[in-house]
């Protein structure tokens, strides 16, 4: 890893805790520990992590409960540790968070790995979900734009493209974005209409 993790652990087996918890601190990462689901939603408040790796089958809560409740607070990567391949357990942990999977009795090797796969994974997850939110706010802006454009085209009589640079020239003028000014003017336009339609009941 190019830079040490807060890493919280959440195992029932003191033996898998210890275990998990010197190998990390020898990798050089800071770690806190948990018995139970309960204690791990705690720490994460306490401790944010960076990483949290959970066995699934725990008292109180189980590890997916609990990693779900922390990522609705603070998106963290999760790492699950299971005892045995159950298909209805594993189906419940196919959420955005879990990132990696390691299988009892683990080893150091695989734990490194796992480490490094889902911190890289999250990274990834991320990246595609801020590109996928950007593309979107991208497609608002651009009806926004459009309605003023043809707000101004209406009001000022003028065609598309003159339009377009008038409301790109006011908005250069005045510092402001160019969605910034169209939201003002899409806003100021149905103010006029309910003036208008107001005005004409009377």
Do not use: C, W
Not at 91 to 98: C, F, N, Q
């Amino acid at each position: 890893m190019s830079k040490p993790l807060k890493v919280l652990i959440a195992d029932d087996e003191r033996d898998t805790r210890e275990f998990l918890q010197e190998l990390l601190a020898r990798l050089g990462h800071q770690v806190a520990v948990a018995e139970n689901g309960i204690q791990l939603m705690e720490l994460a408040r306490r401790f944010p992590p960076d990483l949290i790796i959970t066995d699934i089958k725990m008292p109180d809560t189980d590890g997916i409960s609990a990693a779900d409740q922390v990522n609705r607070e603070r998106e963290v990567p999760v790492i699950l540790i299971t005892g045995h391949h159950d298909a209805e357990v594993l189906s419940r942990a196919v959420v955005d968070h879990v990132m990696a999977y390691l299988v009892k009795p683990v080893k150091p090797a695989d734990v490194e790995t796992a480490v490094v796969l889902a911190m890289k994974r999250f990274e990834q997850y991320l990246a595609v979900r801020k590109e996928a939110s950007d593309l979107k706010q991208a497609l608002e802006d651009r009806k926004v734009i459009e309605r003023a454009k043809g707000i101004v085209m209406r009001r000022l009589r003028v065609e598309e493209q003159e339009a377009f640079r008038l409301l790109r020239e006011y908005s250069s003028r005045h510092n402001l974005k160019t969605v910034e000014v169209a939201t003002r003017l899409v806003a100021a336009d149905k103010v006029f209409q309910d003036l208008e339609a107001s005005g004409s009941h009377s």
